[in-house]
């Protein structure tokens, strides 16, 4: 856990989505499973699905998130946010113009 914010994760596989679950670090709360990527895999329906990403109400905030979280660094935030939606991730506090 850093400054209070537990960990995020992306996992591969079911596997090691379920190795994550049963460790301690997972049940107390360190460490929260964002999502799990199986390998392109993914239904429709599961592409579907987006995480909200809340703490971003800013372009400069998507910019900074986006280089952080996904390692990806952006110049133009239409850009980061177009990249951040095909990974599955929404920002519903944030408004482009």
């Known amino acids: 856990m850093l400054?209070?914010?537990p960990a995020r994760l992306v996992l591969k596989t079911e596997y090691s989505q379920h190795l994550l679950e049963d460790s301690e670090p997972f049940k107390n709360g360190d460490i929260k499973l964002e999502r799990?990527?199986?390998?392109g895999e993914a239904t429709t329906q599961e592409r579907k699905k987006q995480t909200p990403v809340p703490e971003v109400d800013s372009p400069?905030?998507?910019l900074e998130?986006?280089?952080t979280e996904l390692?990806?660094?952006y110049q133009q935030p239409k850009a980061a946010l177009a990249y951040a939606?095909?990974?599955g991730y929404t920002f519903p506090n944030l408004t482009i113009e």
């Open 71 to 73: 390692e990806k660094p």
């Open 60 to 62: 400069e905030k998507l």
């Open 65 to 67: 998130w986006v280089a």
């Open 3 to 5: 400054n209070n914010v």
């Open 36 to 39: 799990t990527d199986n390998g």
């Open 85 to 87: 939606d095909r990974q």
